[in-house]
């Protein structure tokens, strides 16, 4: 596609729901980043893939988080059980292998009320 | 460990009036440097990068940065403001000195008011 896209723009779910977000990057990138960005916060690294292979989850800030990538193109980050301080926007970069610019999505808002 | 400082969450200039958006970094190593901008509801787009080569480095948007080694700093800076910059930037560092881009370390943001 023409950018990254990421599906819901806007999610909330109540407090112990589970969400799964999107993202599309653009055709042919091979890596690909979550970063979550609290408000008023700048983004903050969840994880990393390189083709389908998870090369970094250290960001990832509890084991309620899973990311996954199983044909190394469309990317779900899931959270599970959500709580209130899981409410942030979720970015979704991703780069072409070959040079050190990351095109990023929109963002999904997640409110968790 | 790594971190990254934008001095100022919120800037306001006059159209037509200098820009100083401040970043200091802190780093073992000299990182990749960078400048995003985010417009409302939007996604963040690169306005310029530091990976090697001039210090002194132009962008989008008459936009440019000086890398300053020596003061761990990568200051934005636009010599005539418009309505239009209004938007909130970050300034970002990589650690992954190769061809390829790696995770990316953010400042809290510098939001930039533009009055007429």
């Known amino acids: 596609g023409a950018g990254v896209s990421q599906s819901p723009r806007y999610k909330v779910a109540k407090r112990g729901q589970d969400v799964a977000l999107r993202c599309d990057p653009i055709?042919?990138?091979?890596?690909l980043f979550w970063y979550q960005q609290a408000l008023g916060q700048g983004p903050e690294f969840l994880t990393y893939?390189?083709?389908?292979?998870?090369?970094?989850k250290s960001g990832l800030p509890s084991d309620r988080f899973f990311a996954e990538r199983p044909e190394g193109s469309v990317s779900t980050l899931k959270i599970q059980r959500t709580q209130q301080e899981d409410s942030a926007v979720y970015l979704c970069?991703?780069?072409?292998?070959?040079?050190?610019?990351?095109?990023f999505g929109q963002g999904t808002r997640l409110t968790v009320v | 460990a790594q971190s990254v400082t934008q001095l100022g969450s919120h800037v306001s200039v006059s159209e037509g009036a200098l820009v100083l958006l401040r970043c200091n970094y802190s780093?073992?190593?000299?990182?990749?440097l960078f400048w995003y901008v985010q417009y409302p509801n939007q996604g963040l787009q690169l306005l310029l990068k530091?990976?090697?080569?001039?210090?002194l480095v132009k962008g989008i948007n008459g936009f440019e940065a000086e890398f300053k080694k020596s003061e761990t700093s990568f200051h934005l800076t636009k010599p005539s403001a418009h309505m239009s910059d209004a938007a909130e930037y970050f300034c970002?560092?990589?650690?992954?000195?190769?061809?390829?881009?790696?995770?990316?370390?953010f400042g809290r943001g510098t939001q930039l008011t533009v009055w007429p």
């Open positions: 970002a560092v990589s650690l992954d000195r190769g061809s390829t881009l790696g995770r990316l370390y």
């Open positions: 893939f390189q083709n389908e292979a998870q090369l970094d």
């Open positions: 970069a991703s780069n072409d292998g070959r040079n050190t610019e990351a095109f």
């Open positions: 780093s073992s190593v000299p990182p990749y």
């Open positions: 055709s042919g990138h091979v890596s």
């Open positions: 530091y990976t090697t080569g001039a210090t």
